[in-house]
Each structure stands twice: as C-alpha cells, then as structure tokens.
C-alpha cells in the first residue's frame, strides 16, 4: 500500500527512506521524506521496528515477576523505570516505605538521569561530528554506572528497586565511591560546556533548527527536558512530589527558545542540579548499615547465622554461597514493615520452616502479591519526561491490564513537524535532540 507522502508527492519531488539502518536512526525509526534538492517538503514518521508487546507480556506475569520487563523500556535509566512501577504497586496497596530507602531511592534515580543526559547528548554531538565529546561523556557514563554495578550487581538491567523498597543497601565504601562519581562528572561537564556552547559549527546545526513553541509542545503531550526547553515550567519532582524530593532544594532549568541548542542546554543544566540532589541525600544517610559492621569470614553458614543474631562483629564469619549478601539486618532500613509484600531473608528461608512457607507463598500461582480491585495511575519524572503506569487490578495476583505512559511517543510524534522546510542534515541533531529510547517508544 503507498504511504501517504508516497500519496500526495509532488511530480518533482523526490522520495527518500532515511532508515531505519541510517545509523542515526538506532535501527528503530524509518522517516519517508519528500525533498526538493536536500530541503525537506513533507515527511512521514513510522516507528515500531522493535515492538516489544511488554503491556500484553505483563497481563500474564505476577506483579513481582514483571519487574525486570521494566528494565527494559529506557535502558539507558533502568532504575527510574523501576521506580515508576513500583510507586504505582505501592499507591494501590497504601505502603509506607522506610525514609532510608526512599534517599537510596533518591541518589539512585538521579544518577539513571544523568546517565540518561549523557548518552542523550553523546550521541547527539558524535552524530554532528564531535566525538571528542561523545568520548569525554561516555567516560563520565562509566563513573555513575560503576557506582550503580557495585550497589544493584548489574550495571543497566538492574531490577534494583522493589515494591516496598530497594533490594539491598548501598554497598560499603559508597561514600567515597559516590563523592569520585560527582567529581568527575562535574570536571566532563565543564569540559563539554567549554566545547560546544560557543562553538560556531555546533552553534550553525543547533540554534534556530526545530524551534518548537510552548503551545505545540503543549499539544503533543511533550514532558521533560523537551517541554522545558520551551520554557514551560513542569517537572513532576515539583508539581507532584514523591519520595524525599520536597525535602531537597533544585532547581527546573527552562529555555528560551526551543530549538536544538536548548534542548541540549537543558539537559547539561540537569544534570548540575541532579548532582545538587545527590549531595543533599548523600548527607542524610549513615555511612556504614548495621549489616557492614559484621566483618563475615571464617565459619560455616549455620554458625555464621547465629552470630548475625547474637550480634558478635568481632567473630568472623564465612558464608555460604547461598547466603552472601545477607540483608536482614537492614530490612527495617530498606523494606517496608508490612510482611505480605516482602520476598523473607535468606537467613530464615533456609533455617526456619516459617522463612521457607512465607518465601514459597510469595511465589506461588494466586498467591503472593493480590492488590484490591480498582484501578491507579501513578508518575514519576524520567529522563525524558512523565513516565507513569496506569494500572488495573481483578484482585488477582497478575494485572488486569497495565498501561504505560511513555514520554518518547508523544516527543517522536512531533517530529514530522519539526522538520519540515529544514535541510536533510538538519534531521540528525534534531532526532539526537529529542533522545528517542527504543524500547520505551516501541514498547
């Protein structure tokens, strides 16, 4: 069947596929333009090249086991997606969740978004030729997502945040490991401003190309960073507080213009007052957990649980492979209090048959978590704007249907418009601009 540009194509036009193996593109996007010479007349914007079908898989996993599924929709920010989801479970079963855990929550949300700003903006100055810049963030990248490998023990598909918490507590040593991740992030920040912001060839493919107004962002449904570069003033951290965000002081960054230089701006703007938020949450949480005080080297499992009990650090205790990473001593800290939607420690699973009977129900088919019936809808801010998940329960322990609300579609669906009357070349920044994710547009 022709397409629609195919349709209504001039006689002296021509027709152009620009991918979806453009490298540009990321293998998920094909643009049918229409060109006179290299300007660009009219266009069409086909996605799905990666359809995932993650809201009909997630009709028929428990609400425990489709976590992972989260992982993978912004894979450059897996933990904010994580966050979402949880925070949605958590508004439908009325759980408070433990102030500890919340900053973890905190510091481990805002380093996926600047991880998530990183790769946006690598990828966009590397597609316009300054790879300098691509290897200056892409090192800065490794800093933020070794911190995160030690915490969650992956470093993108992490399942780290959980309903009623987060998995484990951060890891020994995470202070110093943290303060080093800020530091150098800040010294590749300042670097990449003296880079590009002044610089006439980056300046020529940016400023002026894509200029969006507040009304048609508006009207597309943009959120984040792209609607911000409008200069309208909306982030959810703000609007809608969660987790610990109205105890800590940051700014929104907004600009001027819309164009593809502000929404690069933005972003680099972000991830200065990100950093501002980590070193807030950093302050209110203790440097060791009463967990890392017990020094584990020595003893056989059964002993080695019985001094975890008697509380006796001066022993020391080795584990087996079975129980490393034990982490009842912090689950008042990380967990909430309400047993029923908690996996049981390793240490009562495998000691007592209580620990074993609670573990086996968590998993077991119609059991584990059931919500009441009813319906919720809850977001949060991710690295490209309002992610948030709609929600409907049957009192099951699968959801009847579950819905997300991606912020890259409503952002891809502007971009026939934003390119129109620009030339080919103009395409490249602007699609870097929008920092389109696969796997959350094509979910």
């Known amino acids: 069947m022709p397409t629609r540009i195919q349709k209504e194509a001039r006689r002296e036009s021509m027709l152009l596929n620009m991918g979806p193996s453009h490298p540009a593109m990321h293998g998920t996007i094909r643009i049918m333009l229409e060109l006179d010479g290299e300007r660009i007349l009219n266009s069409e914007v086909e996605v799905g090249y990666l359809h995932r079908g993650f809201e009909k898989i997630c009709e028929n996993r428990t609400y425990f086991n489709l976590l992972p599924y989260t992982d993978r929709l912004n894979y450059v920010s ?34 996926s978004r600047i991880s998530d ?34 915490t969650t023990g992956a470093r993108m598909t992490t399942s780290y945040i ?14 110093e490991d943290l303060i080093k991740a800020v530091k150098e992030t800040r010294l590749v920040l300042k670097d ?31 959120t984040g960073p792209c609607l911000r570069s409008t200069g309208v003033y909306y982030d959810v951290r703000k609007a809608y507080p969660y987790l610990v965000y109205d105890q800590i002081d940051f700014e929104v960054p907004l600009g ?18 990100s950093l501002r938020i980590i070193e807030q949450a950093m302050k209110k949480l203790p440097d060791r957990s009463p967990a890392s005080e017990l020094n584990t080297e020595g003893l056989e499992p059964a002993e080695a649980i019985k001094m975890a009990r008697v509380r ?126 696969g796997g959350e547009l094509d979910r």
């Open 256 to 273: 001027e213009r819309g164009d593809n230089f502000d929404r690069y701006m933005v972003r680099m703007l972000e991830m200065e007052q």
């Open 192 to 222: 990449v401003h003296a880079l590009l912001d002044k610089n006439k060839i980056f300046l020529n493919r940016t400023r002026d190309i894509a200029v969006v107004s507040p009304e048609m962002a508006i009207n597309y449904g943009w």
């Open 162 to 175: 959980r309903i009623g918490g987060v998995r484990a507590n951060l890891h020994e040593g995470w202070r």
């Open 312 to 437: 006796q650090p001066e022993k020391k205790v080795k584990l087996s492979p079975n129980l490393q990473g034990m982490e009842k001593e912090n689950y008042p800290l990380i967990l909430t209090s309400d047993r029923r939607y908690i996996m049981p420690p390793k240490e009562d699973v495998y000691t007592t048959i209580e620990g074993l009977i609670r573990h086996f129900k968590y998993f077991m088919r119609g059991h584990g978590i059931r919500p009441p019936k009813g319906e919720v809808y809850f977001s949060v801010e991710g690295g490209n704007g309002e992610l948030g998940y709609y929600i409907v329960s049957d009192g099951s322990d699968k959801p009847y249907r579950l819905h997300l609300r991606a912020p890259c579609f409503h952002i891809v669906s502007a971009l026939e418009e934003m390119i129109q009357g620009h030339y080919i070349a103009d395409v490249i920044p602007t699609f870097g601009s929008l920092n389109m994710i």
């Open 78 to 111: 897996p933990l904010i997606n994580n966050l979402g989801y949880v925070m949605t479970i958590e508004k439908m079963l009325g759980l408070e969740v433990p102030e500890h855990a919340q900053y973890i929550r905190v510091i481990m949300s805002e380093l």
């Open 117 to 150: 700003h990183l790769t946006c903006l690598a990828a966009m100055a590397m597609e316009c030729g300054a790879f300098t810049v691509f290897l200056y963030k892409i090192k800065a990248r490794e800093f933020i997502w070794d911190f995160i490998e030690r």
